[in-house]
């Protein structure tokens, strides 16, 4: 369990992004430490992108619950959001100093496209990475359907994410169960 906390500690304070940027690395330490195998990491990202609040606080949530029970996912939660809320508090306290300064402007605009590879790195890993040759045309399709129609419910009717991610999950079991 002192791993555990470890990793999550050292991850929340390396981490950039948010929770979809830290899925490689989390996925990765999962593995390695056979924490859980390829397939229940991704059931277990199903379950905490649905779930309320940032993913990477759910998933650190369900490595720890499943690896050791209440106290494991309390440990792997304080391991993440420890370095989060010491860094938040000294980074805003600087800020408040810098925040004219233009070199902080350039190195913030510089980050952006590293958290977009990150991101979109996790997308890929995620999504096309998984897929076995079988099903690819019946999941490829049925995803971009999902893609497009959870598109159009946010952007043109304005529907609630809540209610995007319930139609989600009920196309997705319906189609790829």
């Known amino acids: 369990m002192w791993s555990m906390f470890l990793f999550f500690l050292k991850l929340g304070f390396l981490s950039f992004g948010g929770g979809y940027a ?8 999962a593995a ?16 905490a992108g649905m779930a309320p609040g940032p993913a990477a606080v ?6 720890g619950y499943q ?7 309390i440990i792997a939660l304080f391991g ?15 800020l408040y100093r810098l925040h004219k300064q233009a070199w902080l402007s350039r190195i913030l605009y510089g980050l952006q496209p590293i ?7 996790a997308v890929y890993r995620l999504g096309v ?11 490829l399709l049925v995803g971009i359907f999902i893609l497009g129609a959870g598109w159009m419910m946010l952007v043109r ?13 009920i196309v997705g079991a319906a189609f790829l169960a």
């Open 67 to 73: 690896t050791h029970g209440i106290s494991g996912a």
């Open 129 to 139: 990475g998984s897929l076995d040759g079988s099903v690819w045309d019946k999941q």
């Open 32 to 47: 390695s430490r056979q924490w859980m195998s390829s397939d229940a990491f991704l059931d277990l990202i199903g379950v």
């Open 22 to 29: 830290l899925i490689p690395m989390i996925e990765h330490e």
């Open 157 to 169: 009717y304005r529907m609630h994410p809540v209610f995007i991610l319930l139609f989600s999950a």
């Open 58 to 63: 759910n998933i650190s949530t369900l490595i």
């Open 80 to 94: 993440l959001i420890l370095p989060s809320a010491i860094l938040t508090l000294v980074l805003l306290t600087a």
């Open 115 to 121: 958290v977009t590879a990150l991101i979109l790195f």
